[in-house]
């Protein structure tokens, strides 16, 4: 795999973490490891995250598992640090230096135990939260026209 691929998905794997639609149910997931005395977590991915992988790496019978490890706890209660790593076990990837190995990346996020971000009381400020730092507008679904620069 070259290093454009992979940087092609760890761009993407923040968007599809939280991805809606089938498959994986990663606020699930991030519970468990919330709730586990050990802090941690794993599942099969399944649904788009899956299969956007697997044809990222070319690989479209590839096993991707997600493994979620508690990083810290934070200042505000109820909320942690966690560390969601993807990787493909049993699939060797060619590297450019001739080498092989499996694909193995991370990603780290912060949640609390109401199932939101640090912050956030409900979907509904979330969703609002998404859309402002998207630059979209609800209705249109369009860029916000920024004003012109004074010159």
């Known amino acids: 795999m070259n290093a454009k691929g992979i940087v092609s998905l760890l761009a993407l794997l923040p968007a599809m ?9 990663y606020r699930d997931l991030l519970m468990k490891a919330m709730n586990a005395k050990d802090g ?12 956007m992988i697997r044809q990222q790496i070319n690989r479209p019978n590839a096993r991707v598992v997600a493994e979620v490890t508690t990083v810290a706890n934070l200042k505000q209660e109820g909320c942690k640090r966690f560390n969601i ?31 939101l971000p640090p912050g956030v009381d409900s979907e ?11 630059g979209l507008k609800p209705d249109l679904g369009s860029p916000i026209q920024q004003p012109a620069a004074q010159q």
């Open 17 to 25: 973490t939280f991805a809606a639609g089938d498959g994986t149910d």
């Open 40 to 51: 941690k977590a794993s599942v099969e991915v399944t649904g788009r995250t899956a299969e």
């Open 85 to 115: 790593r993807y990787y493909t076990p049993g699939t060797l990837l060619p590297m450019t230096d001739g080498s092989t190995r499996m694909l193995d990346m991370s990603v780290k996020l912060n949640m609390c135990q109401n199932g």
């Open 124 to 134: 509904y400020e979330l969703e609002e939260r998404m859309v402002k730092d998207s």
